[in-house]
């Protein structure tokens, strides 16, 4: 990943480079943000255009370094993740940052580590980065990447220097869904609606027919739920779950629904609405659904996504859910 090749983010690349010219980086990074907004990219691009060997702001993208870079494999660049694991461990902060820092880059100019999902590090994972973000050696830079920041301990983020991607304007996501994924029109038009400049979301929901399946459950969930038997919403639970890696956006999903009721009972105009295949459906919901009872689903709908971040068993979040939006 390049700094030409990132789609919007003018103004953090700009900063990254005037650092780079200036020769004023600094040792540590938070880049916070929505998944999927182009935090992790931006690290890969920062990282790579500093361990250039041609010495510029920008990635040649010819030299050993830059070609490690893009194969994965440079040894100065380090990715730290969770795995598989539901935390992010001092086990794991120790032996690939703690540890190893204090040895000296193979071949480049700086040490860079990137923490991914850092709002997920235990806190004594935080204590223990802690230590190494006060005490950093000449070479070494962290780069922590989180979609938290709040969740940080606040002497972490004193040390930080904290950069928020923002959303990618419509156009420029639209141009890069049609040149180069070749999606259609229509397609795009509510993948845009929907990610609200998230370039991730917009390209994942355009092009993968994981997700084409997902909005098409949700769909069907939401134009038949007031007529639903009990062995209908089991059916329609099973279907839910599935999507588990996804469940934030099924509910995003179903949130939208009602919102294009609240917009169409608002406006009118069916140009507004984010599902507009579903106009008529849509139509006939908003004519029953008071303004009260679209609050009231859009807050159940909330209190799913915080029963889901507290760990809950998903199918009982989901009947829950999908017992209160058929009730209302």
């Known amino acids: 990943m390049d700094f030409n090749k990132i789609i919007g983010h003018e103004d953090i690349i700009s900063r990254f480079r005037s650092s780079i010219e200036t020769d004023h980086v600094n040792h540590a990074y938070i880049i916070a943000g929505e998944e999927g907004s182009g935090r992790f990219s931006l690290a890969q691009a920062f990282a790579k255009a500093l361990q250039c060997e041609e010495g510029g702001s920008e990635s040649c993208g010819s030299c050993k370094s830059c070609k490690q870079a893009e194969s994965g494999n440079h040894p100065d660049i380090l990715v730290v993740d969770r795995g598989i694991e539901q935390t992010l461990s001092v086990k794991t902060i120790r032996e690939?940052?703690?540890s190893t820092m204090d040895i000296k880059p193979y071949s480049s100019k700086y040490k860079i580590y990137i923490i991914k999902e850092a709002e997920k590090m235990s806190e004594e994972a935080e204590s223990a980065l802690l230590?190494?973000?006060?005490?950093?050696?000449?070479?070494?830079?962290i780069i922590i990447i989180t979609t938290q920041p709040e969740k940080l301990?606040?002497?972490?983020?004193?040390?930080?220097?904290?950069?928020?991607?923002?959303?990618?304007?419509e156009?420029?996501?639209?141009?890069?869904l049609v040149e180069k994924y070749g999606v259609d029109e229509q397609k795009a038009e509510f993948a845009i609606e929907y990610a609200q400049g998230n370039l991730g979301k917009a390209v994942l929901l355009a092009t993968n027919e994981d997700y084409e399946n997902l909005i098409k459950s949700v769909i069907d969930l939401q134009a038949n739920i007031c007529d639903m038997t009990m062995e209908d919403i089991s059916e329609a639970i099973q279907r839910c779950t599935a999507y588990k890696m996804n469940i934030n956006d099924y509910l995003d999903l179903m949130m939208m629904w009602y919102r294009d009721i609240l917009v169409l009972k608002v406006t009118g105009n069916p140009d507004k609405i984010l599902f507009k295949e579903q106009y008529s459906i849509i139509k006939d919901q908003a004519k029953y659904l008071s303004f009260n009872e679209l609050e009231d689903k859009q807050k159940a709908i909330e209190s799913a996504k915080e029963r889901i971040n507290a760990k809950a068993r998903m199918e009982d979040i989901m009947k829950l859910l999908i017992m209160s939006l058929k009730e209302f």
């Not at 005490?135 to 830079?141: C, F, K, L, Q, S």
Request: aromatic letters at 6%; proline letters at 11%.
């Open 171 to 176: 156009k420029d996501i639209h141009d890069y």
């Open 153 to 169: 301990l606040p002497t972490i983020r004193s040390r930080c220097i904290t950069i928020t991607t923002k959303p990618v304007k």
């Open 96 to 98: 690939q940052v703690v």
């Open 131 to 141: 230590k190494t973000i006060e005490e950093p050696p000449e070479y070494g830079i």
